[in-house]
């Protein structure tokens, strides 16, 4: 019977704030690409929610109090700021809560629902409600500490390459009909980027665009999978990528 199903936890005293739902599905579509799906971490087994007033000056972010949401699966990150909305405040652990996987496609199509009315968060450090269009969804929050992720972003780049993002990735797409582009090479220089790939089965894969570059010449191993999945959840023509050695993260933002 009915009366036998079990009832959710109450929410004590949260933090409730609203905006956009568009807002809200666009920023974890934007991050939730990288969750980790693989492994036992469950800290990184969701996207981070928090609130912060201090800005990173790589993230493009102004001096104000921000909401952040971020994903990581320990290769590959994922972060989206939006200004934080009134009633938004530190709550969690480290300021923030962790939406667990198996929740954000429900949440994404609740707030897609809205579309740009207001969605209205509840969040308790160990519940989270999103109240759309009538109908309300509620879900436990993961139990644990996300990573430290600003630090591994440098702070300041010093190449960048302008890049149209449908010609990349279909050069991407045909390393990766050779191989797992695990081994991939990228060279950026001039106004070009040339990507190589070999497959000592099936040959070598040599592709080159063209590209705004400013800077020293670069030459790194790439992950051409990752690149291309980045890609993916890139909501715009063109992306800035950024730079510093062979050896350091790259920063793609859409331009």
Not at 16 to 31: I, R, Y
Not at 113 to 121: H, K, N, S
Not at 144 to 161: D, M
Request: glycine residues 8%; proline residues 6%.
């Amino acid at each position: 019977p009915a009366a036998d199903f079990p009832e959710f936890p109450p929410l004590t005293e949260p933090m409730k704030f609203s905006l956009p739902g568009k807002v809200l599905a666009d920023c974890l579509d934007m991050t939730s690409f990288a969750i980790n799906r693989k492994d036992a971490r469950m800290y990184m087994a969701g996207v981070y929610l928090h609130f912060t007033d201090e800005h990173h000056p790589s993230l493009g972010e102004r001096a104000r109090p921000t909401m952040r949401f971020a994903a990581t699966d320990g290769f590959n990150m994922a972060v989206a700021s939006i200004a934080a909305p009134d009633g938004l405040g530190v709550i969690g652990v480290n300021g923030g809560v962790i939406l667990p996987r198996d929740a954000i496609g429900e949440v994404v199509r609740l707030a897609n629902t809205a579309g740009t009315d207001d969605v209205v968060l509840s969040l308790t450090p160990t519940l989270a409600t999103i109240e759309a269009a009538g109908k309300r969804f509620t879900t436990k929050l993961v139990d644990g500490e996300f990573p430290a992720y600003t630090s591994v972003i440098p702070k300041e780049f010093t190449r960048r390459a302008l890049v149209d993002v449908t010609e990349l990735a279909e050069a991407l797409g045909r390393l990766l009909a050779l191989d797992d582009g695990k081994r991939a090479r990228a060279t950026l220089g001039g106004d070009a980027l040339r990507l190589r790939s070999t497959n000592h089965r099936l040959g070598e894969a040599d592709e080159e665009i063209f590209i705004d570059w400013q800077g020293d010449d670069l030459d790194m191993g790439i992950n051409a999978r990752a690149w291309a999945t980045i890609l993916e959840n890139v909501n715009a023509d063109q992306c800035i990528m950024r730079f510093v050695s062979d050896r350091s993260p790259v920063l793609v933002q859409p331009w």
